[in-house]
């Protein structure tokens, strides 16, 4: 973990609640696909954690959503504003058991996580297939990025407004060698009992410091209690315990 100084480059929004924000700062910290950052927003006490999208050189990528007033004072934030920022955290994705044809899952604002580990995958020469689910066309973001990247994109909505009409396990194709999934909890557990190889899982939870101090975000797997923002947000199949 790190805190670092970031400056706001651009703010824009993909939805009507779906922001895009480039960040300039030192990146060295953020290691792996999947891991997050903690936001301080001034006059709140806790910080707000996001995943990270993408890092090049020292530019910084997150993509939130307005969920409450944190991330709508961050909407609101503009080129050249300093933010207070703790980087490198969580453990990201275990890309060395991809395989040749990995699939990636990302449901909402479980997606951005998807793009850095599909963009390195690609790197790599795997051949990547990407599920993006949503509820309806106009939730849909970052598709076309996807497909700049090479990746085989199948986009679903819960009402048929775009794409395949479903959840994103009636995408699923027949042939994949390992999968990697973020979003939403009911969503996961779907992927978990509808796949058929080994996977990852990235969990969305509330946190209170974001690195393992107060186990407030606490889950139990096989192995015992684990804290998300620290030992997670990726777990591997094997080790879930999915509680009611």
Do not use: H
């Amino acid at each position: 973990m790190k805190q670092v100084l970031f400056s706001v480059k651009e703010n824009t929004p993909l939805t009507s609640n779906v922001y895009k924000m480039t960040m300039t700062g030192d990146c060295s910290n953020i290691t792996a696909p999947g891991q997050f950052v903690n936001i301080k927003i001034d006059g709140l006490y806790l910080r707000r954690p996001i995943s990270v999208c993408d890092i090049e050189e020292n530019v910084l990528t997150i993509i939130y959503k307005v969920v409450g007033k944190g991330t709508e004072i961050m909407s609101k934030m503009t080129e050249g504003q300093i933010l207070d920022v703790l980087t490198g955290l969580g453990n990201g994705y275990d890309i060395s058991l991809s395989g040749e044809n990995p699939l990636l899952i990302g449901g909402g604002v479980g997606v951005p996580p998807m793009y850095m580990l599909a963009k390195e995958l690609k790197e790599q020469g795997k051949s990547v297939s990407v599920i993006l689910g949503f509820n309806t066309k106009s939730e849909v973001f970052y598709e076309n990025e996807f497909k700049a990247l090479g990746c085989e994109v199948e986009v679903t909505t819960v009402d048929g407004s775009y794409g395949k009409k479903g959840f994103v396990t009636d995408a699923l194709p027949s042939d994949y060698s390992y999968f990697f999934c973020c979003g939403p909890k009911p969503m996961l557990k779907a992927v978990y009992k509808a796949t058929a190889t080994s996977g990852q899982f990235s969990f969305e939870e509330r946190m209170g410091c974001g690195f393992g101090a107060c186990m407030g975000c606490s889950c139990k797997t096989v192995t015992g209690y684990k804290r998300i923002c620290k030992d997670g947000p990726v777990l591997k199949k094997e080790e879930i315990l999915w509680e009611d």
